[in-house]
């Protein structure tokens, strides 16, 4: 939700209370002035007709508005106040009438003068103050709504720039800067703060680039020199058995080192954002091309694959990641099927799932993703394959899962 939208809402619901509350007040209120008004105006006619009496010596008779009549046995001076209802011909219903009575004694004789007059129903009073505090609000609320929308677009328009050129950001642009000015300090501070943090990114980014960039060189090239020496050495025709295992032994450590030493490279320019360059990849022709770089090995163990591959799958992503991703997949699920396994390999629409039969795992599956693990501890694997999947998933928003369904390891792609 928007903080605009918010923030409305949140008026809308103060204020829709405030209203209702100063609604009830104001009907309380007026009701009081409304019925002491009336109180007083009665009171006073029955003065006025007091001395209409005592000076013409006629008896005004105005129903329901006023009657008086000669009364005897009451007490001068005795005052009644009631509500009463009086059917109105013309209305043909019952009207609300306040009603004054008083004795009075004028001039030897004793009258009781009655006045009323109409009162307005509580109902229709609570209806007019509901519909005009009603139209009060919503004209208020519409009026600034319109208002805060305008002054929200021009107040935060620095901050969604800011917010523009953040989504644009990548730390291979040593040039990045945020260049909206604002006069708002706290979207100046903000500003400011990004800035430096921005170009504190950048530069370790850079550091870590030229890093990964140095070791790679650094130490592929010396561990190239020592191949080449063990392969020299291996070609000594004086070389005793001993000596060629030594020989042996220490070139697979080198190619190990060697390999260990470029998925890690390979892990970390996953992580850093180092493969920007995105083309419409093949995918159909891409795992075909994988799946028959294991043909020697799927032969000697004996595996069935079954393959149900959409035709002409495209997907945007990086060549060599695409490439790095299948490898690891298909190897895997070669590398841990026993002879006479079955490998299903299914490329759909949105998503690749490649399973091999075996046993069920003794531990979480929640490890198979992380470096370094290893389900079999005797296999020359460093145990990286899956956390590269991983990562370059993580790149891209892929979704990959793992699931042991009917003796049945499955790894899934959701594109």
């Not at 809402?9 to 007026?30: D, E, K, P």
């Not at 006073?44 to 008896?59: L, P, Q, V, Y």
Request: include cysteine.
């Amino acid at each position: 939700m928007k903080l605009l939208k918010k923030t409305s809402r949140t008026y809308l619901i103060i204020s829709a209370s405030a209203f209702i509350v100063a609604g009830l007040i104001i009907y309380f209120v007026l009701s009081f002035i409304l019925e002491e008004e009336l109180n007083e105006n009665l009171r006073s006619d029955i003065k006025s007709i007091s001395r209409t009496i005592e000076k013409d010596k006629s008896i005004p008779h105005y129903y329901p508005f006023v009657e008086v009549k000669k009364v005897s046995g009451q007490s001068p001076g005795t005052i009644r106040v009631i509500d009463t209802l009086i059917f109105d011909k013309k209305e043909k219903e019952e009207i609300p009438f306040r009603q004054i009575s008083s004795v009075k004694s004028i001039q030897g004789d004793t009258y009781l003068i009655v006045v009323r007059d109409a009162l307005i129903e509580k109902s229709d009073l609570l209806m007019i103050i509901g519909v005009a505090i009603g139209l009060v609000f919503v004209l208020l609320n519409i009026t600034l709504y319109l208002i805060n929308r305008k002054l929200s677009l021009e107040i935060w328009k620095p901050f969604y720039n800011t917010l523009d050129r953040l989504k644009k950001f990548s730390p291979d642009d040593p040039v990045f800067n945020l260049t909206e000015e604002s006069k708002i300090d706290e979207f100046t501070e903000m500003r400011n703060t990004l800035e430096s943090l921005t170009s504190k990114v950048i530069s370790d980014y850079q550091s870590l680039k030229r890093f990964s960039e140095d070791a790679s060189h650094e130490i592929q090239t010396p561990l190239a020199v020592i191949q080449s020496k063990l392969e020299t050495l291996v070609q000594y025709p004086d070389l005793t058995n001993d000596q060629a295992e030594l020989i042996k032994s220490a070139y697979t450590s080198v190619q190990r080192i060697s390999k260990l030493t470029q998925t890690l490279l390979l892990l970390t320019k996953i992580a850093n954002y180092q493969f920007p360059e995105k083309v419409q990849v093949n995918l159909t022709d891409l795992l075909e091309e994988k799946v028959n770089l294991f043909e020697d090995h799927i032969k000697s163990k004996s595996l069935i694959i079954e393959k149900e591959i959409e035709p002409g799958f495209f997907l945007e992503t990086n060549f060599f990641l695409a490439e790095s991703m299948l490898m690891n997949l298909i190897g895997n699920a070669v590398k841990h099927s026993g002879k006479n396994g079955i490998i299903n390999i299914r490329l759909l629409k949105n998503s690749l799932e490649i399973s091999n039969s075996g046993s069920p795992l003794s531990v979480s599956s929640e490890k198979l993703f992380e470096r370094f693990y290893k389900i079999d501890k005797s296999t020359g694997s460093h145990g990286l394959g899956l956390a590269i999947v991983k990562e370059i998933c993580k790149l891209y928003k892929w979704e990959v899962t793992y699931l042991y369904l009917n003796d049945q390891h499955k790894f899934t792609v959701k594109f």
